[in-house]
């Protein structure tokens, strides 16, 4: 017998593997053919393929189905295990590189995803595009997800926390206010914090707090001349809407400053803390090779001078 001949038996009898344990399981060459979807003489003519490669019959065929012969029955008992275990380790690795082309990716708010979905667009580009979730959320929920695992990246103000993680300070993120349209101030280009002083920051809460950073609160209050900030129970659409009555005013990154909104106009901040840095925050022991080139990605755009 030659070994093309051998290679050629052996890749049969692994192949049509599960032809086997199908018969086995229901007792029939036709029902298990039903199981797996594929025709009853087909099924047949596979098992008597291996069963001819093996030198020895596995089934014995009876009017109202089959039955295991007894050397069927202990190679059977052998087979199972390693097959069952191949298949594990197979769905194992296959669960392993879907996930590596998976990111997951944490956004502080009101950092918009606007620079992340085009960092992402770019490093689309560099290879196949890869499924990626945003999620929103203050950068102490954040941190913990990273460190948990439940994160691959998180984009940050460059004062939050990041104990336990590896971080970088990537980009700055130009801030804008958000004005009913007919409010006074819209008749000026660009505002600074002293302008906002008698305004009040209409900031929305989240189920565990402001979904505003507190070192960005923090930061707008250094100013001593920054407004008064009010906690809403209200999420981003409910608070565009609050503003559309003249409840307060709201301050967001350069992506939903872009969008036309009805009712609400945008104005960019100038002076101090009017562009803050943003970081990445990430755990070293991460190898997801997604993440590195996004990364990279990041760090060419900041050398080009690019903003994302």
């Not at 295991?68 to 392993?96: C, F, I, M």
């Not at 560099?126 to 990246?153: I, N």
């Not at 565990?208 to 930061?219: Q, T, Y």
């Amino acid at each position: 017998m030659s070994s093309k001949f051998v290679r050629r038996t052996d890749h049969s009898i692994l192949r049509f593997l599960h032809y086997v344990f199908a018969a086995c399981e229901h007792g029939s060459f036709h029902r298990g053919a039903l199981a797996l979807g594929v025709e009853a003489s087909a099924l047949s003519r596979r098992i008597h393929d291996i069963e001819a490669a093996l030198g020895f019959s596995i089934f014995r065929r009876c009017h109202n189905g089959v039955l295991l012969t007894e050397q069927g029955g202990n190679w059977v008992n052998d087979v199972r295990p390693h097959y069952e275990a191949l298949k594990d380790k197979t769905a194992h690795a296959s669960l392993g590189a879907r996930e590596n082309s998976i990111l997951q990716i944490g956004i502080s708010a009101p950092l918009g995803s606007g620079a992340v979905v085009e960092l992402l667009r770019r490093v689309g580009e560099d290879r196949s595009a890869a499924s990626s979730f945003l999620v929103d959320g203050p950068c102490s929920e954040h941190r913990l997800a990273v460190l948990r695992r439940q994160l691959d990246v998180a984009f940050v103000w460059d004062r939050c926390l990041d104990k336990g993680c590896r971080s970088e300070i990537l980009w700055r993120e130009q801030l804008f206010i958000c004005l009913p349209i007919g409010h006074p101030l819209l008749a000026r280009e660009e505002l600074r914090w002293s302008d906002l002083q008698s305004e009040r920051l209409l900031v929305p809460r989240g189920k565990n707090g402001p979904l505003f950073d507190s070192c960005l609160l923090e930061r707008i209050s250094e100013t001593g001349t920054g407004p008064d900030i009010e906690i809403c129970d209200a999420a981003q659409v409910t608070l565009l809407a609050k503003i559309m009555f003249g409840a307060g005013f709201g301050i967001a990154g350069d992506a939903l400053a872009r969008s036309v909104l009805p009712g609400v106009a945008w104005r960019p901040l100038a002076g101090e803390n009017s562009a803050i840095p943003v970081k990445a925050m990430w755990l070293e022991s991460n190898s997801k090779p997604l993440l590195h080139r996004l990364l990279v990605r990041a760090r060419n755009m900041v050398e080009n001078r690019e903003q994302p």
